[in-house]
């Protein structure tokens, strides 16, 4: 699974998990009944929008996380999910959990 910053059309945002970013998308929608603001002409391909980006590591706030049969689920990392979007890695020195 792969985690998703989405922005919804109602200038909220949060973090949900997908096994793309389609399926974060649609995941996120059902759950919270908001749109998220992609594009019509990226409708299915959301991850070039500027409105769904990935993220490092799973943040706050959270819509939906896998939990792992084994594992449980992955702690939130993250507490600037609107900043590390898009990035590979966290841009700070030191944990947002610290």
């Known amino acids: 699974m792969q985690a998703y910053w989405l922005k919804f059309t109602d200038g909220t945002s ?35 929008s500027e409105a769904v980006k990935t993220l490092p590591y799973p943040a706050r706030p959270m819509i939906w996380q896998m939990e792992h049969p084994v594992f449980g689920k992955t702690p939130t990392f993250c507490f600037g999910g609107a900043e590390c979007r898009g990035r590979g890695a966290c841009p700070r020195s030191h944990s947002c959990c610290d």
Not at 21 to 43: G, M, Y
């Open 14 to 48: 949060g973090h949900c998990e997908g096994q793309s970013a389609f399926d974060a998308v649609r995941i996120a929608e059902h759950l919270t009944k908001k749109k998220v603001a992609v594009e019509d002409h990226l409708k299915y391909k959301p991850q070039e």
